[in-house]
């Protein structure tokens, strides 16, 4: 068994403000959602290779966002996470570090998308 996708949650007309987190700062692929589903709003993004990340952002209403549930993102190596938590940064988002080296055997931050759901980015130490 293996994780297809996590769900998070934006308000109403959130979705431009999800592009700027997902696709613009940390880099993800927006996919269309099925024709089915279109209609409900929100939108999906999925991470490059095989088996990718997938994150959908549906819309809530009403919207309260995810303050300690979170989706934990894995990447390769030290250099990919801090070219991550910079491009986050540029893009207007923060990247705290406060927990760092708090999980064994990697190390993270956490961030906030542009609703304030909580994030983690980790990748091995």
């Not at 993102?73 to 705290?96: H, Q, Y």
Request: glycine letters at 12%; one cysteine or more.
């Amino acid at each position: 068994m293996r994780l297809h996708h996590v769900q998070v949650a934006c308000p109403p007309g959130g979705e431009d403000e999800a592009r700027r987190f997902w696709r613009d700062g940390l880099g993800m692929t927006e996919v269309p959602k099925p024709a089915g589903l279109a209609g409900r709003g929100g939108c999906w993004f999925r991470t490059a290779g095989e088996g990718g990340a997938e994150i959908h952002v549906g819309v809530e209403d009403p919207f309260v966002p995810a303050r300690k549930a979170h989706p934990a993102l894995l990447v390769g190596d030290a250099a990919e996470l801090e070219r991550l938590a910079a491009s986050l940064e540029a893009a207007g988002f923060t990247a705290d570090w406060s927990e760092r080296h708090t999980f064994a055997a990697y190390q993270r931050f956490h961030t906030r998308d542009a609703h304030g759901n909580r994030v983690e980015v980790l990748a091995p130490a």
